[in-house]
């Protein structure tokens, strides 16, 4: 009995890595197919709270975080006047901006670095830059820090709407 020269003896992990990789690109091209490029964009994790007022602008101070808590007492954050312009911000000046104070990672207390510009994780050292939306810059986080949807009202006082992204410890972001 004559043997097929051109076989290859691949083994059982190399088999079951093709495998899934085939499986991987099979559910990809099957998920999109059809579908126009904007209907296959990742929805906004944006979840809206009942409003809740926070402060007044008045109250805050350039580079220097005010404490409060959103979207109930159990979820610590802060309120930040960063002096520039930034996405997201409110205000007149566009420069106040709102975030949860736990880090999304394993839900330590993080701390405000005004030198730095950056909220900092003493657990895994993950660092989030403010001026860009929360953006992790650094560490173990696989998330972005939670920013609030902040709006402010004309005699100044700033309410929180909602929050971007899922907050630590929480199955959901719903109340």
């Not at 099957?30 to 409003?51: F, I, K, L, W």
């Not at 993950?126 to 810059?137: A, I």
């Not at 560490?139 to 920013?147: A, C, E, F, R, V």
Request: one cysteine or more.
């Amino acid at each position: 009995m004559s043997r097929c020269r051109n076989m290859v003896d691949i083994g059982r992990r190399q088999f079951l890595r093709g495998s899934a990789l085939a499986a991987a690109s099979a559910t990809v091209a099957a998920a999109g197919a059809g579908m126009p490029q904007a209907q296959a964009a990742v929805p906004s994790a944006r979840v809206d709270y009942p409003s809740n007022r926070l402060a007044n602008v008045s109250e805050l101070a350039l580079n220097e975080p005010l404490d409060v808590t959103y979207p109930d007492e159990d979820a610590a954050g802060v309120l930040l006047k960063l002096g520039t312009r930034v996405e997201g911000g409110v205000g007149p000046d566009g420069d106040i901006v709102g975030f949860s104070t736990i880090c999304p990672h394993k839900g330590f207390p993080l701390s405000y670095s005004a030198d730095q510009r950056t909220f900092n994780c003493p657990g895994h050292y993950s660092v989030f830059d403010p001026e860009k939306g929360g953006q992790q810059v650094w560490g173990q986080s696989t998330q972005n820090l939670p920013q609030y949807v902040l709006r402010v009202a004309d005699n100044g006082d700033i309410f929180a709407e909602g929050v971007d992204e899922l907050l630590y410890g929480r199955l959901s972001n719903v109340l």
